[in-house]
């Protein structure tokens, strides 16, 4: 609230995708049409990945390619570089070495950035011009409350998924978005 009161920055919509004691893994269904609204406004949509368990590089990666979303790779979940046009992935590997590029920089222009997982440690994806085209910044990640998720306050959406039920989270915005036209 301070940042869009003080600063005019965008108001933040925070919720938790909670794991219930008893090990229910349902899916918050109101986060999901969250993020099935933006994907579905969105004309430049860009996947970024953070630091996320190796077990979810395919889901993330097939989630990716079935909406059709590029999708860049931080160095925390680097082995994803090396993923294969071949095994489905959407990877632009290396994207912080062309995002150098001043015509790149210049020219890419997303309108939603959904990250996967954080932090970002690279100071290209995170640069002001290109950060000052998003609409909707969309973070989705399994974290303790008391870490930092959003040191440059550009955070529009957070998605926390508790439990380690992001593939299942995925799935299901997935199979929201190929329910109806999307694009």
Sequence with gaps: FDAWCKNGKPWKWFN?????????KSIDIHSVYQLVSIL??????????????????????????SV???????????????MSP???????PYAEHLLKHPHIKLNLKPDALIQIGHPILSTEINNPQIMKHVEHHVLLHSTSSRERIDPN???????????????????????????????
Aim: charged fraction near 15%.
């Design 16 to 24: 938790t995708n909670n794991v219930g004691n008893s090990g229910d």
């Design 40 to 65: 579905r406004q969105s004309r430049r949509g860009l996947l970024v990945i953070g630091n996320i368990r190796s077990n979810e590089y395919k889901l993330v990666a097939d989630f990716a390619k």
């Design 68 to 82: 059709g979303i590029p999708m860049m790779v931080s160095a925390l979940s680097a082995p994803m570089r090396f």
């Design 86 to 92: 071949d095994d489905g992935s959407a990877v632009i």
């Design 153 to 183: 306050y550009s955070l529009t959406h957070s998605i926390s998924i508790n439990g380690g039920n992001m593939g299942s989270f995925l799935q299901s915005v997935k199979k929201e978005l190929l329910n109806t036209s999307f694009h």
